[in-house]
């Protein structure tokens, strides 16, 4: 971490976005991190993704679980509510928040320690839910706040800083995600932010769970030659599949690429991602051929990333149970109060 | 026959169903209820029944009083014997001079009966066989048999449970019609073969009143409705179930928006009680009323979110519905031993607002009210019900609501007030009652944003590890807790006519129990003065009324006595003052258990007394 206070100035060329901020507006206070941390790479990326899509910085709702990862939301969007919650817990609560206001957007950080060991049961069960979300996994293979223990998606056969070899198996979060009905599922690497921009952006436009799984090595404990979430080795294996943009609307595609090589799905608030092929087998919108790619990927010690699958059409939780649009923190008691002539009848029916 | 004469009783007396689970008895059993108290006579039911869906025994007890005691008596003055493998112990509760009412279709060999009760055989299972050919009518109308052959025998008049059958089946006159059938083959089997009526008899009465009949679960999830709850999180437990059901069923009704068509709730039932409290944690930062329904095991689950909540300072509203325990324990028997474990859910130093309901009105108000207190405080508050309240149909006054009510939701900062450059502080104490004020995510493009956490923070918000911020914020904490003594439901003092030094202290479900053993006492000229808790943290008109008496008997449905135990720690009361009046076998309390316990306690406190003058002797 760094000691050295940012200053309040903001320097005049900055420029302002639709929504009047520059990118300072979307900054949060100084990461406590350690100096290279992955993490701070991702922060960077979230605050790049939401300037760039000019969303209102106070009309983000940020929640993350425990741990390293989860103390970033401190890191980015100074202007959005928090909320650090349980260990292995956010998703229930970010499903919560969401019932009570699904007009805000909601940005769920987690680890892999804390979405992948202890909250695995409920990272299940929002992605199930189809929560409006987006939720990112910043996933480093290692317990970094207690020191350098493996998570559950440590590699079996890597090795920890002091030697340790892992001999569980890993436990796959984007093949998970893929199987339990998330409509964005994506992966990235903190260390290669012009992928990872687009991404997040894409999840943002995204209606649905959209769930971004980022290598984010932990330079103090997993770094190291023998593990597989280091700098080096995901540089070494980085399969992507392809690499998108996110554009407003939908524009004529004027660069010249092969017929094929180019796809655009429109999302459900009328921007388009813009996919460019880079495997020409890949299709992102085939849910069982993603997860056969995946796997097979990862079986030759690959690391698959890209936008791996979406579907537009998805609809979310509230549309799955039929809430009404208002924000239920809006609705007051002439709304949600029956009154006293319903009562009477109530008491009438029960004597 | 029976060398014993039998038990005379009008409008006073105790019937037990003892059936087979899954034989379709209930409803049978509810229509034999609701028809005595259609006659005007209060009843009071209790299901006794086991974790099982099929199969294993399960008993219908109604206390049939016209004096209004709800409360459960003890004792069976008719036993209906529907099931053989219950029947040795089913006939040994019946009081000497009770009726054995059972089906003697086969015949049972006269060692299994006993010779000082009287003994009706109705063959049920012959009338069903010759009546039906399908299996399953023979089953489920041999029910509605026996209720016609009970009406003709305890006099109950056959057209109100008609009225009653017709009411049920408005929407289906082929089960009305055949209902009605099976009900006039019992009569008259009776009519014809037996002398009726029998002692025990059910006379019209006027004293029911306006008074409604319902479940405590049922009247929580409709006083969540009308206190504005829009979130329901939930993991299904007995005996808790049926409240996040009955919300369901309610929403339905009266939470679809007219104009839309679209839900104004949302209920999930979660993967576990933790992702249950979690989603209300989740509702209650961002602005909705939010509610979980549980018992013990999820209470035990949720503490670490309850901790959070507390220490964060978010309104969670949780509705306890209390069974047996520890561990999986008696899931399906009552018990009030989830005191202490609630009040001081959660690691490190915390304590949660209680209401004790005691009986299905209070269901309701207090669940309501627990809206507003959730909100107001910014903290957990449990409802804690329990099981004979819950799951049993209890008679009681109609359900209330003033029409100029709004729901209280606390100090909440709008935009307006944060543009016109009012101060914020999320944890700021500005009012001097230890409340601070919050403002729902989303509110201002550029105040009133804070971080959320568990963790030690200063009044601003901010992440901190100093301990000036930690004592500033746990004291704070402590002064709310203060504050909501005033806020909540007040205790329920009864003084007696003649002055005594005895007091007893009791709290929800006991309540009929209670007030019926008052009355005994009070006879037998032992006049008691009470106080009903209806929450913690306990205001100080509790300590009062305990300095007041020499005595204080403190009676709960627990091993522990519980909340004797916080009593003694809230108020650092001396211990010997309370005595500890304690039932915990599952079965709700009775007026007799009460009665007796407090005489012997009273008749100890005499030999004491006398006692020690001669250990104070030098």
Known sequence: ?351 | MSMNPAIEAINDFVVKFANVNGSGSASANELFAKSILRMGVPVSPRNIFPSNIQGLPTWYEVRVTEAGHLGRRGGVDLMVAMNPQTWAADLKEIEPGGYLFYDNSKPIPASRFRDDIHVIGVPLTEICNAAYTDPRQRQLFKNIVYVGALSVLLDIECAVIEKLIAEQYKSKPKLLDSNVQALHMGREYVQKHIPHPIGLRVRRADKVGNRIFLEGNNAAALGAVYGGATVCAWYPITPSSSCAEAFQSYCMKYRVDAETGKNMYAIVQAEDEIASIGMVVGAGWNGARAFTTTSGPGISLMTEFIGLAYMAEIPVTIINVQRGGPSTGMPTRTQQADILSCAYASHGDTKHVLLFPEDPKECFEHAAAALDLADRLQTPIFVMSDLDIGMNQRLCDPLEWDASRSFDRGKVMTAEELESGKEFGRYLDVDGDGIPYRTYPGTHAGKGSFFTRGTTKNAYAGYSEQGPDYLYNVHRLLKKFDTAKNLVPQPVIRKAEKPTPFGAIYFGSTSPAMAEAIEVLESDNQPLDTLRLRAFPFPDSVASFISEHEFVFVVEQNRDAQVRSLLVNEFGIDPAKLVPILHYDGTPITARFIGQAISAAIAATHRCSQKLPEVSTP
């Open chain 1, 1 to 351: 971490m760094t000691y050295l206070a940012k200053p309040k100035l903001h320097h005049p060329s900055l420029t302002q976005n639709k929504a009047c901020h520059t990118r300072r507006d979307y900054e949060g206070r100084i990461s406590t991190l350690c100096a290279g941390c992955g993490h701070d790479s991702i922060s960077a990326a979230i605050i790049q993704a939401c300037w760039e899509m000019d969303v209102e910085p106070h009309r983000v709702a940020k929640l993350s679980g425990i741990g390293c990862s989860s103390k970033t939301p401190d890191y980015f969007l100074g202007n959005s509510h928090g909320f650090n919650t349980v260990h292995g817990r956010m998703p229930s609560v970010l499903t919560g928040a969401n019932l009570a206001n699904r007009e805000l957007l909601y940005l769920g950080v987690s680890g892999d320690g804390d979405s992948a060991s202890i909250g695995i049961g409920q990272f299940v069960h929002v992605m199930r839910r189809g929560v409006n979300m987006v939720y990112i996994v910043e996933n480093n293979g290692v317990y970094g706040l207690t020191k350098g223990q493996f998570s559950a998606t440590a590699d079996q056969g890597s090795t920890s800083k002091k030697g340790v070899v892992n001999a569980d198996s890993p436990i796959d979060m984007v093949s998970l995600a893929l199987q339990l009905g998330a409509t964005f599922v994506a992966r990235s690497f903190s260390g290669d932010k012009k992928q990872l921009v687009p991404l997040i952006k894409a999840a943002i436009a995204h209606r649905g769970a959209a769930f971004l799984d980022v290598i984010s090595p932990c330079v103090a404990f997993n770094n190291h030659p023998g593990s597989t979430k280091s700098y080096d080795y995901v540089r070494e294996h980085n399969e992507a599949v392809n690499r998108i943009d996110v554009i407003e609307t939908k524009q004529e595609i004027t660069v010249d690429f092969a017929e094929g090589e180019v796809v655009d799905v429109e999302q459900h608030d009328g921007s388009v991602i813009r996919l460019r092929k880079l495997k020409s087998d890949y299709d992102a919108t085939n849910r069982i051929a993603a997860m056969n790619y995946v796997q097979q990927h990862h079986a030759k010690g690959e690391v698959v990333t890209g936008l791996l699958y979406v579907d537009s059409e998805a609809g979310d939780m509230h549309e799955h149970i039929n809430t009404i649009d208002t924000a239920f923190n809006k609705l007051d008691s002439k709304k949600l109060c029956p009154g006293i002539g319903v009562l009477e009848k109530i008491n009438a029916s029960l004597r």
